[in-house]
């Protein structure tokens, strides 16, 4: 086992803007890439992650801790990061003492944000929280934006406006971003991980694979690089 287990948690004040599904993405590419226990915390009181495991169709080595409440969370990611590789949060879409202990604990905090300005609101919203929880808890916390549900087609005009709003506000975002596709939702209403789904079950598949390899890319080369420069500043 690595010694070093990144915690990845996404995060938005809002609700469908894609954390889930960006999750158990990032979670199946993961124990695909890594063939190592990933293990995704479901830290929302509606349980997304439920009904997959009871269709029992994940791969083993995909691990789900269903999470009670911000009295558990912290034990939580502490157990996970001892027995996995990378330990991945999957949060409610709002604001509490939960999602502040887990972004707490992040190497990496993902914000989800779809081509709107009301997203990119929201966005600001949990940039604003994990300043507060780097403050509160004397620890630099770093954070990327992911573009979800991108149309497939083109660059739409909100997605290139909203784009620049964050590269002149100096946001980070993340150099790989999920557009929409059929592959993402058929995860959930089968229960197989995106490596486990065929054609038969899905067109696309090919280009979602393609989406969740860069985001794996993306999320574990930042992490690395963050670490690298947290080393030699210490
Ligand atoms: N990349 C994507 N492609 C297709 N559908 C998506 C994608 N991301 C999210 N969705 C859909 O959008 C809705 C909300 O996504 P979800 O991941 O549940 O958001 P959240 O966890 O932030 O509430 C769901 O119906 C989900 O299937
Ligand atoms: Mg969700």
């Excluded at 996970?80 to 939960?98: C, F, H, P, W």
């Excluded at 997203?119 to 990327?144: H, Q, S």
């Excluded at 598949?205 to 690395?224: P, T």
């Amino acid at each position: 086992m690595a010694a070093y287990t990144p915690v990845i948690a996404f995060v938005s004040p809002k609700g469908g803007v894609g954390k889930t599904t960006a999750s158990l993405t990032l979670a199946s590419e993961l124990v695909y890439q890594f063939d190592e226990t990933i293990t995704v915390i479901d830290a929302d009181p509606n349980y997304p992650f439920k009904r997959l495991m009871n269709l029992g169709r994940l791969p083993q080595k995909l691990n789900i801790v269903l999470d009670q409440s911000e009295e558990t969370i912290l034990d939580n990611i502490e157990k996970a990061r001892q027995n996995s590789r990378v330990v991945i949060i999957d949060l409610e879409g709002t604001k509490n003492m939960r999602v502040t202990y887990a972004v707490s604990k992040a190497d990496l905090v993902v914000i989800p944000v779809q081509g709107s300005i009301l997203d990119a609101n929201e966005a600001a919203e949990a940039i604003k929280l994990i300043k507060r929880t780097e403050k509160g808890f004397n620890r630099k916390i770093d954070y990327a934006i992911l573009f979800t549900r991108m149309p497939a087609a083109l660059v739409s005009r909100n997605f290139v406006d909203i784009a620049r709003q964050f590269s002149d506000a100096l946001i980070p975002v993340l150099g790989a971003n999920l557009v929409e596709r059929e592959a993402f939702k058929t995860m959930f209403s089968t229960g197989y991980a995106l490596h486990d789904l065929t054609d038969s079950q899905v067109s696309g598949l090919s280009k979602a694979k393609q989406d969740s390899y860069a985001l794996a890319e993306a999320v574990v080369d930042r992490i690395n690089e963050n670490r690298k420069k947290l080393m030699q500043a210490a």
